[in-house]
Structure formats: C-alpha cells, structure tokens
C-alpha cells in the first residue's frame, strides 16, 4: 500500500522560507514523477512544482519560479519542496502526489497517489 507522509508546513511571515518534505512507502517512482500542489480556501487544486524521478529535472508554476524548489532523495524515497521568499498568496494546504506521468506533470489528473495535505500559511 502506497502512503505519502508530508511534513513542513507551518506559519511564517511573508519574506520568510519554509521546506516541505514528503516520504513515500510501499513502491518507488523511478520512472514517474512527484510533485506539489496547493489548494486555497474555496479555490482548486493546482501545479506548484514537480520532478521527473530519473532525470532530477524540476518543472514549476511561473507563480513559484525563482523562489520554489524542488528536489528528491533516491535513497529516502522523498521529495522536498523549499519555498523562499513566501507571499500572502503563497498561502494553501499543500499536497505531495506521486505516480505522475513525466509528461502532464502539471495535471491533478497525472497523478495516482496523493498525501494528506499540510497548511501553509503566509501572514503579511
């Protein structure tokens, strides 16, 4: 059984930093991708970042480019999301997903497994 444990979230103000961090057991994604969303109060879930498990390559929202980033550990089977320069807007329950495919990776719809969701709040 798959499971996709996140942790990281938390409170901070707008300019600060904050990293998320997402384990996953039950299978390894070698050949897919995982990735983050964000969902915000009365809104849907959508793209923050993802990573194509091989190649390491990094795909982000133009909303998060330059200050988001995001990485994998193969060894640990974890996804990180460092988040800098945090907004107000920045503000959402963060999602990991696993099992995308590497080619629609900014889709809710590519991906199979999803973690629990952790808040992320941005006070200004």
């Known amino acids: 059984q798959v499971q996709l444990v996140e942790s990281g979230g938390g409170l901070v103000q707008a300019g600060g930093s904050l990293g998320l961090s997402c384990a996953a057991s039950g299978r390894t994604f070698s050949s897919y991708a995982m990735g983050w969303f964000r969902q915000a109060p009365g809104k849907g879930r959508v793209f923050v970042a993802a990573i194509r498990w091989r190649s390491g390559v990094g795909i982000y929202a133009d909303s998060v480019k330059g200050r988001f980033t995001i990485s994998r550990d193969n060894a640990k089977n974890t996804v990180y999301l460092q988040m800098n320069s945090l907004k107000p807007e920045d503000t959402a329950v963060y999602y990991c997903?696993?099992?995308?495919?590497?080619?629609?990776?900014?889709?809710?719809?590519?991906?199979?497994?999803w973690g629990q969701g952790t808040q992320v709040t941005v006070s200004s």
């Open positions: 997903a696993a099992g995308g495919n590497i080619v629609t990776v900014t889709s809710v719809n590519a991906f199979g497994y």
